[in-house]
Antibody, heavy 120, light 113 residues
């Protein structure tokens, strides 16, 4: 069974930092392209960024609103995905989902999400 | 960026009736080398993460009931629920994975009339 479990969310002040983790199991993590997708309260889905697999040199791509502030990384030995979020803004508030692309789309499997609240 | 335009925003359908959701991409998302449209449909029930329903515009994900189907005509995509069940109440999103940034439609909320 595929499982993705996010952790690390919480309340942070504007300008602060937070690191999310996504522990995975049940699929070949090292072969998967991994993404983060967020959802502001009551709003739609917004892709944050992704990291490809090793054979694609772990290439990282980011959405414009987070580029230069967020960093995606992965630990293939432990099957964990990370999202380092710096200089957080109020508009970054929302549920952050990690998602695995395992051969059909980039977003085949999803975690339950981790809530990030940016507020003073 | 490729803009995905979904309609309607809200769809109220009687149990057992057909529900049709539309999605239009601002440019082609057809990869000519494999003749596949890089379009997926997701279902998100209240308080849950999205769930993949359809990929390559018309291929049903394993375990998804066959009352869900997808179709494509150029840059116009359709998700059809042939006979709406109570369990289908959710928000549905289309999404293109042809190019980054990956982009989603605004969502269609399906409810029971």
């Amino acid at each position: 069974e595929v499982q993705l479990v996010e952790s690390g969310g919480g309340l942070v002040k504007p300008g602060g930092s937070l690191r999310l983790s996504c522990a995975t199991s049940g699929f070949s993590f090292s072969d998967a392209w991994m993404s983060w997708v967020r959802q502001a309260p009551g709003k739609g889905l917004e892709w944050v960024g992704r990291i490809k697999s090793q054979i694609y040199y772990w290439t990282k791509e980011y959405a414009a609103p987070v580029k230069g502030r967020f960093i995606i990384s992965r630990d293939d030995s432990r099957s964990i995905l990370y999202l380092q979020m710096n200089n957080l803004k109020i508009d970054d508030t929302g549920i952050y989902y990690c998602s695995a692309g395992t051969g059909r789309t980039d977003l085949d499997h999803w975690g339950q999400g981790s809530l990030v609240t940016v507020s003073s | 960026d490729i803009v995905m335009t979904q309609s309607p925003e809200l769809l109220a359908v009687s149990l057992g009736e057909r529900a049709t959701i539309n999605c239009k991409s601002s440019q082609s998302i057809l990869y000519t080398s494999n003749n596949k449209s890089y379009l997926a449909w997701y279902q998100q029930k209240a308080g849950q993460p999205p769930k993949l329903l359809i990929y390559w515009a018309s291929t049903r994900e394993s375990g998804v009931p066959d009352r869900f189907s997808g179709s494509v005509s150029g840059t116009d995509f359709t998700l059809t629920i042939s006979s709406l069940q109570a369990a289908d109440v959710a928000v549905y999103y289309c999404q293109q994975y042809y190019v980054t940034p990956l982009t989603f439609g605004g969502g269609t909320k399906v409810e029971i009339k």
